[in-house]
Nanobody, 123 residues
Framework: QVQVVESGGGLVQAGGSLRLSCTVS????????MGWFRQAPGKEREGVSCISRDYIVTYKDSVKGRFTISRDNSKNTLYLQMNSLKPDDAAMYYCAAASRYYCAWSLSFFPDWGQGTQVTVSS
C-alpha cells in the first residue's frame, strides 16, 4: 500500500519562504515522477511542479523562479522550496506519485496522493 505524507506547511507573511516535504512508502520511489499540486477554496486542484525520474523539472508559470522542486531518492522524499510567497500561493498543497517515470499535468496520471499540507500567506 502506497503512503504519501506531506509536511512543512504553515502561516507565512508575503515575501516569506516555506519548504514542503513529502515522504513516500510502498513504491519504488526512484522509478516514479513526483508532483506537487495545490487547491485553494473554491478552485480546482492545479499542478505546481513536477520532477521526473531523471530529474527533469516543470513548473506552473506563476511559480517559476520562486519555487524549486527536488527529490532525495535515498530518503524517498520530495521537496518544494517556496520563496517570495504571495497571497495567491495560499492553498492546500498536495504531493502525488505519478504512474510513470515522466511528468504530466493530468491529475489522473497521479494515482497516489497525500492528505495535503496547508499553506497560508498573509499580506
Amino acid at each position: 500500500q502506497v503512503q504519501v505524507v506531506e509536511s512543512g506547511g504553515g502561516l507565512v507573511q508575503a515575501g516569506g519562504s516555506l519548504r514542503l516535504s513529502c515522504t513516500v512508502s510502498g513504491l519504488t520511489f526512484d522509478d516514479h515522477a513526483m508532483g506537487w499540486f495545490r487547491q485553494a477554496p473554491g478552485k480546482e486542484r492545479e499542478g505546481v511542479s513536477c520532477i521526473s525520474r531523471d530529474y527533469i523539472v516543470t513548473y506552473k508559470d506563476s511559480v517559476k523562479g520562486r519555487f524549486t522542486i527536488s527529490r532525495d531518492n535515498s530518503k524517498n522524499t520530495l521537496y518544494l522550496q517556496m520563496n517570495s510567497l504571495k497571497p495567491d500561493d495560499a492553498a492546500m498543497y498536495y504531493c502525488a506519485a505519478a504512474s510513470r517515470y515522466y511528468c504530466a499535468w493530468s491529475l489522473s496520471f497521479f494515482p497516489d496522493w497525500g492528505q495535503g499540507t496547508q499553506v497560508t500567506v498573509s499580506s
